[in-house]
């Protein structure tokens, strides 16, 4: 949370050195699996690692442009948040859109979900997702 850009009206105020401890522990985990899996061969054992953040806040600051975006619309969802992932995997295939966006989630109109909502990843890009990283 400490990374979103909607961080405006929090009650305590914006931390990155908070916000950097649970990446780095993230981080740590994926090195610790890195070095008791691939010790001194050139390849990953690992399939893939990824790191998810909204593609709209500060993490990029700190790790630097994503390997993969996307807009949950593109996935079926009713709204356009845009999301980031950082790591090491396979690119998902993008679908076609072959049906219009519900009304009221036009493409740069505010539509605001309901708070569970907004932390759901779409089915739709799971299961891409998945087919490219088995």
């Not at 909607?6 to 780095?24: C, N, Q, S, Y």
């Not at 999301?83 to 998902?92: Q, R």
């Not at 539509?111 to 932390?119: I, V």
Request: hydrophobic share 35%.
């Amino acid at each position: 949370t400490h990374f979103s850009i909607a961080r405006t009206t929090a009650k305590t105020p914006r931390d990155f050195v908070e916000g950097m401890r649970l990446v780095k522990e993230c981080l740590r985990i994926i090195w610790e699996c890195q070095y008791k899996l691939n010790g001194d061969q050139r390849t990953s054992n690992l399939k893939f690692w990824a790191l998810e953040n909204p593609s709209t806040g500060f993490l990029k600051w700190f790790l630097g442009n994503p390997v993969f975006s996307y807009c949950q619309s593109e996935y079926g969802q009713s709204f356009t948040k845009r999301t980031a992932l950082w790591g090491y995997f396979n690119l998902p295939k993008r679908p076609l859109l072959t049906s219009p966006l519900p009304v009221g989630s036009a493409i740069g109109k505010k539509f605001r979900p309901p708070n569970k909502m907004k932390s759901i990843c779409p089915i739709n890009f799971s299961k891409a997702f998945y087919e490219a990283n088995p």
